[in-house]
């Protein structure tokens, strides 16, 4: 991990992170035994896809961080790792043996910051404006443009006043990407919709990704009630895909030498020997099994 950044430099790394709608995790040290290098207050920037900014540890905890960091941005609940020689049963507590042949008791929280949702509102009409109203209090980022969208968390409402104006705009958001693209009008003017995509050979599985009437069943009648029937959908699915996390698994190898497991696409020491590539936590692991 990468040593030498000061505490005001993590945080300004952060905030531009944040700025960025990048998700990443803060991992700081709350508690260190000896011979552990790292020490309570010790903090990393844990990335996707990038080199960790600061340090909380050295190889041997790199792996199981790593993990633990992917674990908590899928599911947005922080976390606290203990890697230790003793690892003992606690309720909240993630264990991981430090069998490394430095040795110590490493405690890290893992604090995931995720980008906040957005809503994009497409259209002009009492809906519309409903919609930016009550979304904000809940947390959404509003937006009126599919331009300059920083995060997978997007859910298109399209909400104009007529067909002219409403079916370019879901066309428009489909294109995009988006996963669900919410179109606020009548089942008639829904399924006409639906018919013009299809007969221009618009995939199934692109269709599906719109919602048409938006919103669940609450009997709504008033804009405002429309409004707060779309965001309870929103809300729904959001939080049913928080719970079954994902995570995409990742080939690691065991330490010959002292047991840790260690993630084979960043693993920084290895050895070829007799065909056979070895993973080491550290370069201590590896000098050790070239002497034998």
């Not at 960091?69 to 203990?82: D, Q, T, Y």
């Not at 507590?93 to 430090?98: C, D, I, R, S, T």
Request: proline share 7%; with cysteine; glycine share 8%.
């Amino acid at each position: 991990m990468t040593l030498g950044v000061a505490p005001g430099e993590l945080l300004e790394r952060a905030a531009a992170l944040r700025r960025d709608g990048q998700p990443f995790v803060i991992a700081t040290v709350v508690r260190s035994i000896k011979p552990a290098s790292a020490r309570p207050g010790d903090r990393a920037l844990l990335v996707p896809e990038s080199r960790p900014i600061g340090w909380v540890g050295g190889g041997c905890v790199h792996t199981a961080i790593e993990r633990e960091a992917a674990l908590a941005l899928s599911s947005g609940e922080s976390r606290l790792v203990r890697l230790s020689p003793t690892p003992r049963e606690e309720e909240g507590v993630v264990n991981y043996p430090m069998t490394c042949h430095s040795g110590g008791t490493l405690e890290i929280y893992l604090e995931p910051v995720l980008p906040p949702p957005e809503l994009v509102v497409l259209g002009e009409s009492p809906v519309a404006d409903a919609l930016a109203a009550l979304a904000r209090p809940l947390g959404f980022r509003v937006r009126t443009s599919l331009d300059d969208i920083l995060s997978q968390d997007v859910w298109v409402v399209a909400a104009a006043m007529s067909s002219d104006e409403d079916h370019p705009l879901v066309r428009s958001a489909l294109a995009a990407g988006a996963r669900y693209v919410a179109m606020v009008a009548s089942r008639r003017r829904a399924e006409a919709l639906r018919g013009e995509l299809q007969a221009d050979g618009i995939a199934e599985d692109v269709l599906d990704r719109m919602k048409a009437p938006a919103g669940l069943d609450l009997g709504a009648a008033t804009a405002p009630e429309i409004a707060l029937s779309i965001l309870a959908e929103i809300v729904q699915l959001r939080r049913s895909r928080t719970q079954s996390p994902r995570i995409a698994e990742r080939a690691t190898a065991i330490d010959p030498i002292c047991g840790m497991t260690v993630d084979v696409a960043s693993a920084k020491w290895t050895v070829e020997k007799d065909g056979q590539t070895y993973y080491f936590c550290a370069p201590g692991c590896r000098r050790a099994f070239l002497g034998t």
